[in-house]
């Protein structure tokens, strides 16, 4: 009997933990109900509520339409309107040399010489045959004059003293090939040549160049060949000085069109007093046309360069057929990109003047986007900038 009744109180108790445990679970999941569709309730509010997103801040800038002359470029180099390598035209041993590296020579100045020992002691000898031979000379003639000597001896005579003339004259020659002086006023180079050093004929001593003027040899293609005329105005920047335009004149046009290149060979003469260019400069080359044109001109940072097509955003304004408030709205304007000059570029199609566009940081934007206009801290694009590459 005790064995039963123990076995019944046992059997309750699992069935009253079993139905409380079913009572937690109800709970649990009716607490999960509510949460969960309050969650869902919130967000179908937040998903029929509109968003509005506030106003982009940008800069501004207006199209303009300006007279640009038209320009055509090119790539040069600066080349001298005089420039040689001082050579030696006779092999000998170098005695002097009385220039500085880099210094500046006048015509006419000795540059260097050769060791003319030799050609000296010669020259002497030959001056004094030739004074031998014009005493005989003389001689001859009066006597031949008095008949005692024939026509044939003072014929020969005369012949000597004519080829011991022209000895001297050689001899003279040699010593002054032996003194090197400089052909032209110029700047001298880095001299190549040492005194006492044995050198060839023809070896290189030192380059000497004449630095102002300068010319600047470049190529335009032949279609604007007709448009090409002497004395146009050229305007040239070198790597070397990228804060720095050098002004010069269209002075030579070749006779002649490459057959390989189709381009018609130019040179601009540029004056050069402080000797800033030198010849094998790398050159930026404008040549400026007469005629201007009608151009409609924006700032290239407003321009948004892409493979499919440049572009640029319009403001417009726009208003909210709901509330009638009026916004500033961006419209993306594909556009043609012509001339660049300074910090502004030509449009040839797709803009007008008077249209406003965005200024700067196109790259973050997108079409249909409400904005704000605010120049205060917005950049200033120059014709002429300083450097020129901005």
């Known amino acids: 009997m005790h064995d039963v009744a123990k076995g019944i109180s046992m059997e309750t108790k699992v069935r009253r933990t079993r139905g409380g445990l079913g009572v937690a679970i ?57 420039g040689a390598i001082v050579s030696a035209e006779l092999a000998g041993i170098v005695s002097e040399i009385n220039f500085e590296n880099g210094a500046e020579a006048k015509k006419g100045e000795v540059l260097m010489k050769l060791d003319a020992s030799q050609e000296e002691a010669l020259l002497r000898s030959a001056e004094a045959e030739a004074q031998l031979a014009r005493t005989d000379l003389e001689r001859s003639r009066d006597l031949a004059m008095k008949k005692v000597v024939s026509s044939a001896e003072l014929d020969s005579a005369q012949s000597k003293f004519r080829r011991q003339n022209a000895l001297v004259d050689q001899m003279r020659s040699s010593i002054a090939k032996k003194t090197l002086i400089a052909p032209f006023d110029g700047q001298l180079g880095i001299r190549q040549v040492n005194v006492g050093q044995m050198i060839n004929p023809g070896q290189q001593v030192v380059a000497l160049t004449a630095l102002d003027p300068v010319y600047v040899d470049f190529a335009l293609p032949e279609q604007y060949l007709s448009k090409l005329a002497k004395d146009l105005e050229v305007i040239v920047r070198a790597d070397a000085f990228p804060d720095r335009q050098f002004k010069g004149k269209l002075t030579a046009i070749n006779s002649m069109v490459d057959p390989v290149t189709r381009n018609v060979s130019l040179q601009a003469t540029l004056e050069n007093p402080d000797h800033a260019l030198h010849p094998g400069n790398f050159a930026k080359v404008e040549v400026a046309l007469p005629e201007t044109k009608k151009t409609i001109v924006i700032p290239g940072s407003a321009v948004s360069y892409a493979p499919y097509g440049d572009s640029v955003f319009l403001i417009e304004k ?55 206009v605010n120049n205060d801290l917005a950049p200033k694009p120059e014709l002429n900038p300083k450097p020129s590459d901005t």
Request: glycine letters at 10%; aromatic letters at 6%; zero cysteines.
């Open 26 to 82: 109800g709970l649990f999941a009716a607490i999960l109900v509510f949460v969960v569709g309050i969650k869902v309730l919130q967000i179908g509010k937040m998903m029929s509520t509109p968003q509005t997103m506030p106003p982009t801040t940008v800069s501004s800038a207006t199209v303009k339409e300006e007279h640009w002359a038209p320009q055509l470029t090119a790539v040069g180099s600066v080349s001298a309107v005089q």
């Open 318 to 372: 726009q208003k909210d057929p709901k509330t009638g408030k009026e916004s500033q709205v961006l419209r993306q304007q594909f556009v043609r990109i012509g001339d660049a000059r300074g910090d502004f570029v030509a449009v040839t199609q797709g803009l007008k003047a008077g249209q406003t566009v965005v200024g700067t940081g196109v790259f973050k934007l997108r079409n249909g986007m409400t904005v704000t």
